[in-house]
């Protein structure tokens, strides 16, 4: 299959290549680009331990001055992927959640993070699901520290627009609820919705897939992770 990448970089770059190895055709065409704020002086001494719920910000981080301070802290992070890319990123003591921000708030309180303590996430501007929240019945702060922002694109790059138009794409990857926002209105400003009609799109998740809920050939990921992704994505082809 031609399959559409619209995750930002470097990511999607691995990503296309996962697909070639399974033999598919990759496009890659990131809808948000990953955006890093100025760097500022975070406070950790009253830190326990650090929370990312997004491979972009380990990546920033593994480039800040204060990185080794960082990552002397124990981490805890959404899923298996950004386990995996924070500990190539120096970080000793990672636990993942293996799921949502749900799941992340669970894993914290089973992990024995005591009462009164003070975890400091480190986001993006944007960001899903109320960590602070979940947390505070336990006595548990979560402060935010924004390290990056994630920019849509506006519009589809014309050789994607053009493949999409002559019905050579069959499926699109959607990797997060903002780029299935972005990717759903980028098709509608290029008047393709009924180009992209028998296309067939696989979602990380259901809030990723939210923007394309009534498509007909719509399929989410049974976990929300690349692996369950590029099975949908499977999937999705041994149904043609």
Do not use: N
Request: hydrophobic share 55%; aromatic share 2%.
């Amino acid at each position: 299959m031609r399959v559409l990448v619209t995750r930002p970089e470097p990511q999607a770059e691995t990503t296309a290549s996962r697909l070639v190895a399974r033999g598919h055709e990759p496009i890659v065409a990131p809808l948000l680009a990953i955006v890093p704020e100025p760097e500022v002086v975070l406070a950790l001494d009253t830190v326990a331990a650090l929370v990312v719920t997004s491979k972009a910000a380990v990546e920033i981080v593994a480039g800040r001055r204060d990185r080794a301070a960082l990552s002397a802290l124990p981490l805890y992070v959404v899923g298996d992927a950004t386990a995996a890319a924070a500990r190539v990123a120096g970080f000793g003591r990672v636990v993942s959640a293996a799921g949502d921000v749900h799941a992340l708030a669970e894993t914290i309180r089973r992990d024995g993070l005591a009462a009164g303590v003070t975890v400091l996430h480190l986001a993006g501007r944007d960001r899903a699901g109320d960590l602070a929240g979940l947390l505070a019945p336990d006595g548990i702060a979560v402060e935010t520290a924004v390290l990056y922002r994630a920019e849509p694109a506006q519009r589809l790059p014309d050789p994607v627009a053009d493949a999409l138009r002559a019905g050579s794409i069959d499926a699109i990857l959607v990797y997060s609820e903002r780029s299935g926002a972005a990717l759903a209105g980028a098709i509608r400003r290029a008047g393709l919705a009924d180009a992209v009609r028998d296309v067939a799109i696989a979602a990380i998740s259901e809030r990723a897939a939210a923007p394309f809920a009534l498509h007909p050939r719509l399929v989410v990921a049974a976990s929300p992770d690349e692996a369950a992704l590029l099975a949908a994505l499977e999937s999705l082809e041994r149904r043609v």
